[in-house]
């Protein structure tokens, strides 16, 4: 119950802080952090316009990818509570809820007819694809090193003691981040600044969308930062009690928002035809892991 | 009268009857007599499935011995599908058909061939004297040949049908030798001589001859690299036949394997290591090569083979938890494998039949000349949909269950493995999430091209969906696929008995998923059930709020260019450019190209690209090719001149006359020869 509030109230001001990171760096005064939030507002007060193309697909898909969203939320814990629904292997369900949003934006896309759309459809589709394995097998190291498959248990049995383990939490944090970042199309992959339709993947696939919907898809978007946020907190507060637990929640989130404004301020986008290649540099990493977790519990030899 | 007599008269009774009917008339009464027959073989397997096993003997003939009859947990689970699949599939062919009613002839052939082609299937299932059973399986092969070549007009259908024809008969070959190999070596004919001969000579020949029936079955069940048949059978088909084939006809594959195991029981751990290893190369390639397809019908035939690898990874990974004595694992991976039997049987055959309804509507399976059928055909859309999502395994569908099965088996044996064993899991994990994406990277392609955007072509009849009666069959399915996707705990309930025959291998008593591993299910059902209800809820605010507003109908956004056709969007192809430039290196793709574009002023072009199986070039036509061109060195001998052929004659006849005369002077001479 608890991660689902934490989750909402640093989603609020997640992208305000990733903005005004990169307003600072920039020179620039930037806008408020909370921002974002009132575009969202505006945007849900204002009409739509749909394409004569779409059907119905087109009108139901945000709704059921912010519900997916929404319910991959339910499952995050937080330290020793547990999130609303938590069972063995519920990080599998977590992952595949997150598909079911995917799924339909991307047909939401096709829904238009647009060739730009069904471009940025093409990529979503393949990149997200790249993204999974190294989730899955992150999770399996954890699970493997815990003995346990739920999300909870897993966390709160991940202590943090020997020196191999400071290093495996390091990797897994920055797959982590590196999963957030594909999974809501920033920076390394996409660049949501970009100007220019045929290098876009996430804008592109919301050309179309207006209104309460495109309200709905950029909460989403905030959502899903935060919940990679609160996974990665999770790594860290196993066994604390709530009241450092929350604050470092808050400052953990607040540096990974700063973090990926600065990465934004000093990287260039990947070219699009290397991104697949980096991204499974990532399931790399995440094997990584997995044979770091093997040398701690001794199955080498 | 008896159960099992009365559905061998009911078989015969129907073969007579249907070539004196009408027309009209032919699909109707074979469709009865599916009916009666599921009817029959459902109660029997109904009571097997709880609990009690169905035997029953015929006396044979001195040739075979007695002739078991027994229908125990794993034929009752199987002949259930079986069942399922064929009463929503003979009702769908009801429809389908009508169109061919033109054809009196072929359609009696037709359908006494459905009839046999389901009454063999449950034979398979069923019989326990490999004789009887290899003449069923011989039916079963010749009457799926015969459903197949309905539209024996096409060139293309006669080959695929032969090319089917053709691998059937080297799976018949694997099963001849294996049965023939215990048979000489015990002398029975029954499979419980397979036991018994397993068990006196354990090991290596117990693998052997696992090793020679799984060949056989996997040819059947299209693993990979026995697969090629599969993508030209099912395009070939009519599409209720091709939702049969590859909801229970490969599934019959499956079927035989398990029955294997539980019969032969070779050394487990071996063994599940050979079908993870195959399975996991099935899954991958099926689906790499679905990507590519432009032929909607061998899009899901590649399906296909990448869903009986998901399956295949199932069974391998509880024949490793037999072989490590670890129950949960075992009956976790074989309650994956069953149940996603089920699942890929619902979910294929409706996805067929919505092929089908799109084929009746257009005329073409081609992917790239389809496109925004979702506003003719709306229900046959949704139907699709639904079932696209189920195959990709994405919740609240029920190829989610058995995929999460799966996983959860292999997180279960990850955590128990050894270095090695803890290597293969973690690439099985990969491969299945691989798996898994790709199959969304390929039903995303496939639903947004056939049903989203503007259509491609403009056909000159008009497009229209088809009878709601002929829905019928496919909504009926899509309750099935929703309602285990929602309520699993109540499906599983139904493998308990045929877990049991699994996990009792050991002689311990284990009840599977006692505890921990069963209650996972409940939190499913709430998770689903919720997901649901916040999908409506969103959705219901978001109508309250979106009438408030003013929505306009506008075109499409094209970044400012106001003349867009449909030509312009994106197509199948287009779609998946990236990804085959990626993936280019596992497959060939034989691009054709005639007018390239040269000059200044743009000339009329042209390019054609061909999708092919590299695998298949290397397994069969390679070995095709050289076995011709050496076969063509003697076709001297066949020189069309009659002289030579009456040389040949005498010659033969003289080397007939001679040998036994001069017997014994030439084996002088090879002993001369020996001597010196």
Redesign the interface.
Known sequence: MLSILLIIIAGFFFTGVIIRTKSIASGRKGPGIFQPIKDVVRL??????????????FQ?A???Y???V??AM?VVPFGNSKGI??????F??FA??L??G??FS??SA??????????G???E??Y???A??AF??LM?SL??LT?H?SFQEIFQDLHLGSYISYALTTLATFVLVMIAMIENSRMPIDDPKTHL?LTMIHEVMI??NS???LG?ILTTGYLKFAIYGALIVNLFIGSFDIQYAIPLFFTIQFLMAVSIGLIESFMARFR??HN?QFIVVL?SVS?LI?FGV?LMLG??I | MNIVISFILVLIFAIVLIPFLRVKWKGIAAYAVIVINVILSGIIAINALSGHCYDFVFSGSFITGLVHVRIDALSAWFILILNFVFITGGFYGLFYMKSYNAQPKYLTLHNIAFILLYSSLVGVCVIQNSIVFLVAWELLALSAFITIIFENEKIATIQAGINYLIQSHISIVFLMIGFMWVAFKTGSYDFNALTQYASANNGNAAIVLFLCFFVSFSIKAGLVPFHTWLPYAHPAAPSHISGIMSGVLIKIGIFGILRMLLLIKPDFTTIGYIILFMSVISGLYGVMLAIIQHNLKKLLAYHSIENIGIIGIGIGIGCIGLGSGNQIIASLGFAGALLHTLNHALFKSVLFYAVGNVYQATHTLNIEHLGGLIKKMPQTAMLFLISAIAICGIPPFNGFISEFLIYTGLYHWLKEASLFSSIVAVVSVLSLVMIGGLAMLCFTKAFGIIFLGNARKTFKHEIKEVSFLQLAPLYLITMLIVSIGIFPKLFLNFLLKPLELFTNINQIKFIPFQGKAFEIMQPITWAMLGFILLIFIVYIVRKAIVSKNISTLQPTWGCAYIAPTPKLQYTASSFVKSYSKIFGMFFLMNSKKDNEVHGIFPIKGHLETHPYDKLEKWIIDNPIRSYRSFMGRFLFLQNGKLQFYLLYGIVFIISVICIPLFYEKICMLIDFFKRL
């Not at chain 1, 849900?44 to 697909?57: C, D, H, L, M, W």
């Not at chain 1, 829904?111 to 471009?119: A, V, Y």
């Open positions: 849900f007060k204002k009409g739509a316009v749909y394409s004569e193309t779409t059907s119905i697909i139901i945000p709704t059921i912010f519900a997916s929404v319910m339910l629904i938590s069972f063995n292997g519920d599998i369900f595949y809820v598909a079911l995917k799924f991307i047909i096709m829904d238009t007819g647009s060739s730009f759309e069904g471009m459809a093409s990529r589709a393949l997200s694809m790249f999974e394995p899955f097998v399996g699970a493997l003995g498959t339709e050309l179309d209104g309460f919907d709905l699009m035809n697949a399931t094997l997995f093997l199955k080498f």
